[in-house]
């Protein structure tokens, strides 16, 4: 294991990033306990929610319990929605939804494509916990955190 200046050297912040990895990871667990059963097991669907999660604890702070028993019925209607607009893209449904269903469905790995994403969720989240959002977001990078494995999520391909 290395010595923690050596991690800091070829990581900064690694610990903060590590933290908050850890708690957007446990926000997901709070929310889906049995993810597997959900369109958040999609992995473009489970990645763009952990990354707008790990955005709003890096801007706000960790919801609470208040705020995961909020954000859970939100994000079930708007998964049944996406699931609707996906099946029949004539359904009517809330632009942001639309916006996500058509970036979900093809070339879901493409830039623009996640931005969409994490646009709709970021809102769907800031909306449901009512906080306003700055005209700016941090970018916020959650790649090569760790190379201890991480609990294992059953997602779908």
């Given amino acids: 294991m290395y010595e923690d200046s050596e991690q800091d050297e070829g990581f900064p912040d690694q610990k903060r990033v590590l933290k908050l990895f850890a708690q957007t990871l446990e926000l997901v667990e709070d929310l889906f306990p049995e993810i597997e059963e959900t369109r958040w097991s999609n992995k473009a669907d489970f990645y763009s929610l952990f990354v707008a999660f790990a955005a709003h604890i890096h ?66 989240i800031e909306d449901a916990l009512g906080l306003q959002q700055p005209a700016e977001k941090p970018k916020l990078a959650l790649h090569a955190l760790t190379k201890k494995p991480v609990k294992k999520l059953k997602l779908k391909k």
């Avoid at 994490?118 to 769907?124: I, Y």
Wanted: glycine fraction near 4%; charged fraction near 35%.
């Fill in 59 to 124: 801007e706000h702070e960790e919801p609470d319990d208040t705020d995961v028993a909020t954000l859970e019925p939100v994000l079930a209607q708007f998964a049944r929605r996406v699931d609707r607009k996906v099946a029949n893209s004539e359904a009517k449904v809330p632009e942001g939804v639309a916006n996500y269903a058509d970036a979900v469905q093809k070339g879901v790995n493409e830039k623009a494509r996640r931005a969409v994403r994490h646009r709709a969720l970021v809102d769907l």
